[in-house]
């Protein structure tokens, strides 16, 4: 495992998330920390390659962190971005946590090839379980909804990521959902 890459491209996205300029705060690092997590967890789970897996969930929302401006276009921009880094330390995956970058996005429908790429993809998706409070930031702080409309962007944007996963993912993580959505005060 390179811990070195890892652990700078840690520091790297932590520092971009606490800046100013980042349009999601600093609940994004929650986001980004939970989708490590998660995609860990599932590539030892399905037999991915943890390393490149880490890495890939590390990077996969750099670009919406940096500049809000590559947002619709985050995952492009983030392989590129990731590309540029892993190029500096001479890392030998870089093809591969490209290809996780780019198809991470369940509102993308680009097929996930590898088990890599289904981790990170999965695990971006089963994260805004693990970091709702995030979810509700964005809906009021920084979209001003009110609390109808925010808990309804919330409950749609949960049922968003629960439906993006395969199918394996969808069982291992179907308590989980259930009772999130029972917390928020929605009953499936």
Known sequence: MREDIIRFIQNEVKQRCESESNFFGIGCYYHICAVVENAVFLAEKYGGDVEAVTIAAWLHDIASVTDYSMYEEHHIHGARIAEEILSSFGYDKIELVKKCIL????????????????CVADADAISHFDSVSSLFYLAYVKR?????????????KLERSYNKLSD????????KYSEVMRVIGITL
């Open 103 to 118: 198809n991470h996005r369940g509102s993308k429908p680009n097929e996930k090839i590898s088990i890599e790429e289904i």
């Open 168 to 175: 394996e993912s969808k069982r291992l993580y179907s308590d």
């Open 144 to 156: 001003k909804l009110g609390i109808a409309e925010g808990t309804e962007f919330v409950r749609n």
